[in-house]
């Protein structure tokens, strides 16, 4: 009994470490994306990078692809894979084309993107206090953008549409729990990414190096390792505990883009960073005090 306590006393901490562990893992997978550049298509570094997820993921779709589905289902699964499919090639295009903490930063809307979608399409309430985070993380988003102040790229368009892509896929995603097994939900989601992406990376596809394809293999392990670090997180702290943590990322990520790529680190884009955080935060810990969690940790939207 005493150790049990003791593991429960340590909980917050371990759940922190999770946490701290996914955001070197994502950083890692910026750096390695971002180091690749545009030297390949958005579409084509993509599927490669599903493609590799099919290998890992392999034992599991062969168990899907055998049972029984009814075609809701079916379409439920190619519609979360399609969404996520553009969010994919927004984010790879983003990544090569503007600073690392952009895209990090820009992509911690996610989770008002998912607010904003669950009241609207699938009918839940949202309060007055949520009203107001969600208008705080958009004002962060105008600080990071500046209109009229800085240049808004392409990539920052496509980054902001990328981060609508995954909101969507997140929504479908919550559809399907109730369906089908998390494995299930993920192996499918990399099968139909990798099918969608297929035919814009072969009508565009360029010679890869081994190097080329060993580090986008080695985003999808990290990727991996990093959705797992978080879902080891979730199961030993609430989300209101961990959240902050996610705002090492961005710092993780101006660090990277200054040290390796000789980026300017942007104080507005750092403050309009730690805005959004702490809105997600503020709503993470509402909805853990009234029980319902129905606010994602920003960065569980990512599907990278």
């Known amino acids: 009994m005493e150790h049990k306590t003791q593991i429960a006393g340590n909980a917050p901490t371990i759940a922190i470490l999770w946490m701290l562990a996914m955001t070197l893992c994502f950083t890692m997978v910026n750096i390695i994306v971002h180091y690749l550049g545009a030297e390949l298509p958005a579409a084509q570094s993509g599927f490669i990078r599903y493609a590799w997820g099919i290998v890992f993921m392999a034992p599991v779709l062969w168990r ?8 809701k289902t079916w379409g439920l699964f190619g519609l979360r894979g399609a969404f996520n499919a553009a969010g994919v090639l927004l984010w790879f295009y983003a990544m090569a084309r503007i600073p690392i903490a952009d895209v990090t930063a820009i992509g911690y809307l996610n989770p008002i993107v998912v607010t904003l979608g669950a009241a609207l399409l699938l009918g839940e309430g949202i309060a007055w206090r949520r009203i107001l ?131 300017a680190v942007d104080p507005y884009v750092i403050a309009g960073g730690a805005i959004i955080v702490s809105s997600v935060s503020y709503m993470a810990w509402r909805e853990a005090r009234l029980k319902r969690r129905v606010t994602p940790l920003a960065g569980a939207t990512k599907q990278i």
Do not use: D, N
């Open 64 to 71: 899907i692809l055998r049972k029984g589905y009814p075609a």
């Open 133 to 263: 985070a969600i208008v705080v993380a958009l004002v962060g988003a105008l600080i990071i953008l500046r209109p009229g102040l800085r240049e808004i790229t392409p990539g920052h368009y496509s980054q902001l549409a990328a981060a609508v892509m995954f909101g969507g896929s997140y929504l479908l995603a919550k559809r399907l729990t109730g369906i089908a097994a998390p494995t299930e939900i993920v192996g499918m989601l990399t099968l139909v990414v990798a099918v969608c992406l297929a035919p814009l990376a072969i009508a565009q596809w360029q010679p890869v190096t081994l190097k080329e394809a060993g580090l986008l293999g080695l985003v999808a392990v990290l990727a991996t390792l990093a959705h797992y670090a978080m879902t080891r997180a979730f199961a030993a702290a609430p989300i209101s505990a961990t959240q902050p943590v996610v705002f090492l990322q961005l710092v993780w990520a101006s660090a990277a883009g200054w040290f390796i790529f000789g980026e």
